[in-house]
């Protein structure tokens, strides 16, 4: 196994998670709607996780050991390597590879430096949910120490419609959920729902169902200053 990292997530990493907030947030609120109350278990080898009475196709993703501090992603488990039920992870994995983002490629990931580590898996997660599609994530605890988390693989699971009445508010609640580059948030959450755009300096324009136009303007910092829906006029 290669040797853990600890250092805090790169710039490629924290960008990647920023793109997949604001869709990212809304689709594990959908999730979580989804799934029942109940008790769990799970039946790794046939990729099922069953929750109060509803079976649920998942990928172990990945799992978070409290105790040490560390994350170790689901294709890495010597015991799940090559298994399907890390098919869906591995992309993941792949993902990181390909574009050079050492967070989804390095097999263990010591997170015992961060101020918290917890969160710090949650981001994980959340990440590897936007590069793989998934229709969201479940983190539950499998020992006294150790928190599973898998990843909905399962096409049943809803997946929620764009909606220019909900854009403003889908934005602006997602502000501080990566803290990384509200930019790339807005960029990706119209990448996301398919809406051509364009981007300027200051500023990310798109085309909405209906004959609107968003417009997100930016200040200085970065930030998000003004967000507007408005109805095409034509002549």
Do not use: K
Request: hydrophobic share 45%; glycine share 12%; net charge negative.
């Amino acid at each position: 196994m290669t040797t853990p990292v600890n250092t805090p997530f790169g710039d490629a990493f924290l960008f990647e998670a920023e793109r997949h907030a604001a869709w990212g947030a809304a689709q594990l609120q959908a999730l979580m709607a989804f799934m029942p109350d109940g008790d769990w278990t799970a039946d790794l080898d046939a990729c099922v996780y069953r929750q109060g009475g509803l079976d649920l196709r998942v990928s172990v993703l990945g799992t978070y050991d409290m105790s040490e501090g560390s994350w170790m992603w689901g294709w890495a488990n010597p015991g799940l390597r090559g298994t399907p039920v890390v098919a869906l992870s591995g992309r993941a994995g792949e993902y990181g590879r390909a574009y050079g983002i050492p967070e989804f490629a390095q097999e263990v990931l010591d997170l015992s430096g961060f101020a918290d580590p917890r969160r710090a898996a949650e981001m994980l997660a959340f990440a590897a949910m936007g590069v793989t599609g998934a229709p969201g994530y479940l983190s539950v605890q499998a020992g006294p120490d150790t928190q599973l988390y898998l990843l909905a693989d399962d096409a049943r699971v809803p997946r929620p419609a764009f909606a220019p009445s909900a854009l403003p508010g889908a934005l602006t609640s997602s502000i501080g959920l990566i803290g990384h580059s509200p930019y790339a948030m807005v960029a990706g959450y119209f990448e996301h729902f398919g809406l051509p755009h364009h981007q300027e300096p200051g500023r990310i324009a798109a085309a909405l169902p209906g004959g609107l136009t968003a417009g997100v303007d930016f200040d200085g910092l970065g930030r998000i200053a003004n967000i507007r829906v408005t109805l095409n006029e034509h002549p």
